[in-house]
Nanobody, 118 residues
């Protein structure tokens, strides 16, 4: 089994910055992709950014140039640096990991609230 522990959400004024972290632990043998999704009230969950192992990062158009996704050297922790935050970035942010223990499976974090005030 894989556990995802998220941290770093909070309340910030527009123009400010936050850094989210998500640490994956458990009997992981390989990770294919780590990503961040978000879901605002009344809206569908959407991809914010993803970082595949050995491939280029992908960003939603709405955050490109403002957010940066990265992984630590061990590859089991993913970060989302969020700069120039806007009120429309307000959402619950979820960590998403495609990992293998004995088989491949997608795992979700519990979510962390990000609120940007105007």
């Amino acid at each position: 089994q894989v556990q995802l522990v998220e941290s770093g959400g909070g309340l910030v004024q527009a123009g400010g910055s936050l850094r989210l972290s998500c640490a994956a632990s458990g009997s992981i043998t390989s990770i294919n992709i780590m990503a961040w999704y978000r879901q605002a009230p009344g809206k569908q969950r959407e991809l914010v950014a993803s970082i595949p192992t050995g491939a280029s990062t992908i960003y939603a158009d709405s955050v490109n140039g403002r957010f940066t996704i990265s992984r630590d050297n061990a590859g089991n922790t993913v970060f989302l640096q969020m700069n120039s935050l806007r009120p429309e970035d307000t959402a619950v942010y979820y960590c998403n990991v495609h990992a293998r223990t004995t088989f491949w499976k997608i795992y979700w974090g519990q979510g962390t609230q990000v609120t940007v005030s105007s």
